[in-house]
């Protein structure tokens, strides 16, 4: 049940030594690699940086599932308030380990796991339509924040908790509103202590977009039925492998490398990430988040200021073949394109034979759909090393918790590599920040009157 990463059509051999990589390129980067080894050693040691711990916390999925199940007795739909790293983990589990018609089934045909909400948007129509589609008085709201205090999260929890208020009353409310956060600090840890919330911890050294391995992630995908402890044991196992390679044969390091060069020596900055599974779209969404938040930052060298960072893309196959194909095909030869490939679905589906006389329909009866869905992505990734386009295929044996927790854990360490090799910090997003503040000063919030002085003052557009 290993995912493995097939990087041949990465390679000079198949799409030429102008767009292709060559072993020794690779191969040069060992040192390199073998800094950045040493240093994640390091974080590992100092306990700096938390997500390499995820996997193990098997104590806390025990707590969560125990949790879920004293909720699930009565509870039908839960609620996610969250935004960024806060949200797109959860929706992602869930689009890929739950029935693709999840929320539309009764409970019986569930088996009595909630459904899920995601708010991950403000849009005022979004957010009531969301309000108006849950059994309120069957629904848990999972309010998650690290930081406790991001504006557009915290203003739902407002919003939502003077509904339950006003439905339930005071005394109900509070066992409906299950808050995500950190441990000791902020906003919302402040409502845990004072007014009694039930609550779940982000370790603060776990940075939001890392963090779908935590609470974060595993409890609303506890709630739908997911299991998480599988989930967990599959990023074990991805971390052990990685572990226990050598830097060639590193799985993640291998794919950072190979990003890297495309990035700096190829010039294609776009990664495009192609999922052959509609229910890997959300992990595909996650992954842009991932890329587009860790890798994109600025550093100052020999007194100019350098910007990188790849341009993460989501297509999925094979909807996006009908739209941005072609534009891969022969559009800028900009782009890298990572397939996610999976080799044995739950359901094949034959295709019927019908219409001897027309081959044009014939042709098909017999296969699978299966087979159509593998089909088109051979065609797919052939054709575009025919045409020069170079690209990688990560395939996973099954979608089940065991194969998405190994994807998780490889696309995060994959990042923070990436990001070493770019001499960028991934773990940091002054970007986003800089937006919380202003808005916080636009909202009226005391301390951030200066952030919103700098936009009045700023030239009418
Ligand atoms: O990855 C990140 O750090 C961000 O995307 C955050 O998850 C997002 O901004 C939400 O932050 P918070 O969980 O503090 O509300």
């Given at each position: 049940?290993?995912?493995?990463?097939?990087?041949?059509f990465?390679m000079?051999?198949?799409?030429?030594?102008?767009?292709?990589?060559?072993?020794?390129d690779?191969?040069n980067?060992?040192?390199?690699?073998?800094?950045i080894?040493?240093?994640?050693?390091?974080?590992?040691?100092?306990?700096?940086i938390?997500?390499?711990?995820?996997?193990?916390?098997?104590e806390?999925a025990?707590?969560?599932?125990?949790?879920?199940?004293?909720?699930k007795e009565?509870?039908w739909?839960?609620?996610?308030?969250?935004?960024?790293?806060s949200?797109?983990?959860?929706?992602?589990?869930?689009q890929?380990?739950?029935?693709?018609?999840?929320?539309?089934?009764?409970?019986?045909?569930?088996s009595?796991?909630?459904r899920?909400f995601?708010a991950?948007?403000?849009?005022?129509?979004?957010?009531?339509g969301?309000?108006?589609?849950v059994?309120?008085?069957?629904?848990?709201?999972?309010?998650?924040?690290?930081?406790?205090?991001?504006?557009?999260?915290?203003?739902?929890?407002?919003f939502?908790?003077?509904?339950?208020?006003?439905?339930?009353?005071?005394?109900?409310?509070?066992?409906?509103?299950?808050?995500?956060?950190?441990?000791?600090?902020?906003?919302?840890?402040?409502?845990?202590?004072?007014?009694?919330?039930?609550s779940?911890?982000v370790?603060?050294?776990?940075?939001g977009?890392?963090?779908?391995?935590?609470?974060?992630?595993?409890?609303?995908?506890a709630?739908v039925?997911?299991?998480?402890?599988?989930?967990?044991?599959?990023?074990r196992?991805?971390d052990?492998?990685?572990?226990?390679?050598?830097?060639?044969?590193?799985?993640?390091y291998?794919?950072?490398?190979?990003?890297?060069?495309?990035?700096s020596?190829?010039?294609r900055?776009?990664?495009?990430?192609?999922p052959?599974?509609?229910?890997?779209?959300?992990?595909?969404?996650?992954?842009?988040?991932?890329?587009?938040?860790?890798?994109?930052?600025?550093?100052?060298?020999?007194?100019?200021?350098?910007?990188?960072?790849?341009t993460?893309?989501?297509?999925?196959?094979?909807?996006?073949?009908?739209?941005?194909?072609?534009?891969y095909m022969?559009?800028?030869?900009?782009?890298?394109?990572?397939?996610?490939?999976?080799?044995?679905?739950?359901?094949?589906?034959?295709i019927?034979?019908?219409?001897?006389?027309?081959?044009?329909?014939?042709?098909?009866?017999?296969?699978?759909?299966?087979?159509?869905?593998q089909?088109?992505k051979?065609?797919?990734?052939?054709?575009?090393?025919?045409?020069g386009?170079p690209?990688?295929?990560?395939?996973?044996?099954e979608?089940?918790?065991?194969?998405l927790?190994?994807?998780?854990?490889?696309?995060?360490?994959?990042?923070?590599?990436?990001?070493?090799?770019?001499?960028?910090?991934?773990?940091?997003?002054?970007?986003?920040?800089?937006?919380?503040?202003?808005?916080?000063?636009?909202?009226?919030?005391?301390?951030?009157?200066s952030?919103?002085?700098?936009?009045?003052?700023?030239?009418?557009v």
């Open positions: 049940m290993a995912i493995t990463l097939d990087h041949n990465s000079a051999e198949f799409v030429g030594p102008e767009n292709g990589l060559q072993e020794k690779l191969e980067l060992t040192p390199r690699l073998e800094e080894d040493q240093q994640i050693k390091t974080w590992r040691q100092e306990g700096t938390g997500f390499f711990d995820l996997p193990y916390q098997e806390t025990k707590k969560i599932n125990k949790l879920a199940k004293k909720l009565w509870c739909d839960l609620l996610v308030l969250g935004i960024g790293g949200a797109l983990g959860a929706k992602a589990l869930h890929a380990l739950c029935h693709p018609s999840h929320n539309l089934f009764p409970p019986a045909r569930r009595y796991h909630s899920l995601v991950d948007n403000i849009d005022p129509d979004y957010l009531y969301i309000l108006d589609a059994e309120l008085r069957r629904t848990v709201v999972n309010v998650i924040s690290k930081s406790g205090s991001t504006a557009e999260t915290i203003a739902q929890f407002l939502v908790y003077s509904l339950l208020k006003g439905r339930l009353g005071a005394d109900k409310v509070r066992d409906r509103i299950v808050l995500t956060t950190d441990p000791e600090k902020g906003m919302l840890r402040h409502l845990v202590q004072n007014e009694g919330f039930p779940l911890s370790p603060p050294n776990v940075g977009r890392f963090s779908v391995l935590a609470a974060v992630g595993l409890f609303p995908a709630m039925g997911v299991d998480i402890e599988e989930l967990l044991e599959g990023a196992f991805m052990q492998r990685l572990r226990s390679a050598s830097i060639s044969q590193n799985l993640a291998r794919l950072a490398a190979c990003y890297y060069l495309f990035l020596q190829k010039a900055p776009i990664q495009v990430i192609m052959y599974a509609a229910g890997l779209t959300g992990i595909a969404d996650w992954f842009c988040q991932l890329w587009g938040e860790s890798l994109g930052k600025k550093y100052a060298l020999d007194g100019s200021i350098v910007h990188v960072g790849p993460p893309v989501r297509a999925v196959g094979v909807t996006d073949q009908h739209s941005q194909l072609q534009l022969e559009g800028p030869p900009d782009k890298i394109i990572t397939f996610l490939e999976v080799d044995k679905f739950q359901h094949t589906l034959a019927p034979r019908l219409y001897p006389e027309m081959e044009g329909m014939h042709y098909l009866g017999g296969h699978s759909f299966a087979e159509l869905l089909a088109e051979k065609a797919t990734a052939f054709n575009l090393i025919k045409a386009r690209n990688l295929t990560l395939h996973l044996p979608i089940n918790p065991f194969t927790g190994q994807l998780i854990y490889l696309f995060e360490v994959t990042v923070v590599v990436l990001g070493r090799l770019l001499n960028i910090n991934p773990f940091d997003q002054p970007g986003v920040e800089g937006g919380k503040q202003t808005t916080y000063g636009l909202m009226g919030r005391q301390g951030f009157e952030q919103r002085q700098e936009v009045e003052n700023a030239p009418p």
